[in-house]
């Protein structure tokens, strides 16, 4: 049965975003047949705008769906998003203003651009091109399932109401650029910030208070079939806990959206005042990660723990209020998808069309073709929903996780060294690939994490760290050997000082 009062104002809230979608082209008007003002905003969002871009980039409507299922069926495991959320902005704070600061001198706009420069080698800019890609479709998919999960609570069902949303996505992400999710982003973050704090100070006084919540947890999560849960993690789950915060952190800034939100940015300034910031969204996400403990505790019984979230907002609070969240939720998958969508449209534009289809193509033509991308990277993403099981998406995502780690050496290596040589960066990238999917594929998709054996000794841990390591074993013992045989690493367009260089950027917003 649909619930009018919940659907009445999910609709409100839809509509008010899909305006402010159409005029965010007006902000800060630029040329938008340039692709540096559509996909990066001409370089010039402060320190406000990207604390939201970047907010509304990483804590997405899957995050609000996903982390409070896990610990709906596994309890403490679950927050294991709390500190790679923490880990991962000391390394944003040291690392990304280099980039920053050498995508402005050379008018880099994707990573790839970056490795290509460095190294002169199209080839392994393509590896990284293609990579990203890759992980960024299921990405967007699974931004999609968050909002079908929202909308199905609310007793719509079909997939009509999707694929609206999706062509009203598609229609302001071409017109606005970057503009669009930047903007709806400053919305987005204050309806979260609102669900979260009323979640959290007032289920729980219905709930009895939290040492309650977390009692009745405890005793439902050791229940759990056919592994059991709990609040507390043991010693054999400290080394795949451990992995995963630090394996998805640092893949975390790897993503090409990610890298859309730095190079969008006004200054090295900007970048490090918002890793210094941007903390307080895993304060949020900490908060977001207990909503799956109070599914438990609330008596929300389902068989998809993705609905954990929906249904115990439905029980505990007013349709009204209910449909507030769940537009803030959903508005939390349009922000993210528009940007990974926009950065996949860069990488192929930059990276595939421009250099292996029409080198000499005109800068508008450039705009034209990332623009037509970003909505045939949207189609590919709704079929993914419409047409394929969301499992299926779940598991490339899966995936996506461990191949992005793979380009961190050709990134992040590569913006403080040129040691390591271009053939073993593309060998170690296709080693680490290989070697990621082997471990996916025989755990058959149903956990990121695999066990090593060392004799006696197990040692679970992230699949993506393993396979890190396995590139950088490959990197070193190759970039040796074409040293020693002097095999020439091409030519490095960029200079020592290029990495330091900076700009104005003493305006917030």
Do not use: C
Not at 11 to 26: C, E, K, N, P, S
Not at 95 to 121: C, I, Q, Y
């Amino acid at each position: 049965m649909v619930n009018w009062s919940a659907l009445s104002v999910f609709i409100i809230f839809f509509v008010l975003v899909t305006v402010i979608g159409f005029l965010a082209a007006r902000f800060r008007r630029g040329n938008l047949s340039s692709i540096d003002e559509w996909g990066l905003g001409g370089r010039q969002f402060g320190t406000l705008i990207t604390w939201f871009l970047l907010g509304g980039d990483l804590y997405t409507a899957y995050t609000f769906i996903a982390i409070p299922a896990l610990m709906y069926t596994s309890g403490a495991t679950g927050f294991f998003a709390v500190p790679y959320t923490i880990i991962i902005y000391p390394f944003v704070f040291v690392v990304m203003p280099r980039l920053w600061s050498v995508s402005k001198k050379h008018g880099f706009v994707t990573a790839s651009d970056f490795v290509r420069g460095r190294f002169d080698s199209s080839l392994l800019a393509l590896a990284i091109a293609v990579t990203g890609i890759l992980a960024t479709m299921p990405y967007i998919a699974l931004q999609l399932v968050g909002m079908k999960t929202v909308i199905e609570a609310m007793g719509v069902n079909g997939e009509l109401p999707l694929i609206l949303a999706l062509v009203i996505l598609a229609a302001y992400s071409f017109l606005s650029g970057i503009r669009a999710p930047a903007m709806i982003a400053i919305v987005k973050d204050i309806m979260i910030y609102i669900t979260i704090i009323a979640a959290v100070i007032i289920i729980p006084e219905r709930l009895g208070g939290f040492a309650h919540i977390f009692h009745v947890a405890d005793a439902v999560l050791k229940t759990r079939k056919p592994v059991p849960g709990a609040l507390v993690i043991g010693p054999k789950a400290y080394s795949a806990y451990a992995t995963l915060a630090l394996g998805s952190a640092l893949a975390l800034f790897l993503y090409p959206h990610s890298v859309t939100g730095i190079l969008s940015s006004k200054g090295r300034g900007v970048i490090k005042r918002n890793a210094a910031f941007l903390p307080a969204y895993s304060f949020i996400l900490g908060f977001i990660a207990l909503l799956g403990i109070m599914a438990i505790a609330a008596g929300v019984h389902t068989k998809n723990p993705n609905m954990s979230v929906p249904l115990l907002l439905l029980k505990e609070f007013p349709g009204w209020f209910a449909g507030f969240a769940f537009s803030a939720i959903a508005i939390g998958a349009l922000v993210p998808a528009s940007i990974m969508s926009i950065a996949a449209g860069n990488l192929f534009t930059r990276n595939i069309f421009r250099e292996y289809i029409s080198p000499n193509t005109s800068t508008s033509t450039e705009a034209m073709v990332a623009k037509v991308v970003t909505l045939v990277v949207q189609l590919g993403a709704l079929l993914f929903i419409v047409a394929l099981p969301a499992t299926l998406a779940i598991n490339f995502q899966l995936l996506g996780g461990i191949w992005i780690l793979q380009t961190l050496p050709a990134l992040i290596f590569s913006l403080y060294t040129r040691w390591f040589h271009r053939y073993a960066l593309l060998l170690g990238w296709l080693s680490g690939m290989a070697v990621g999917t082997w471990m996916a594929i025989a755990q058959n998709f149903k956990s990121s994490v695999y066990a090593l054996h060392f004799g006696h000794t197990v040692i679970p841990g992230y699949a993506a760290v393993w396979a890190l390591i396995a590139n950088v074993i490959v990197l070193v013992v190759f970039s040796l050997l074409f040293h020693a045989l002097r095999v020439h690493n091409g030519n490095d367009m960029t200079k020592a000082e290029d990495y330091e260089e900076e700009h104005s950027d003493s305006v917030l917003a």
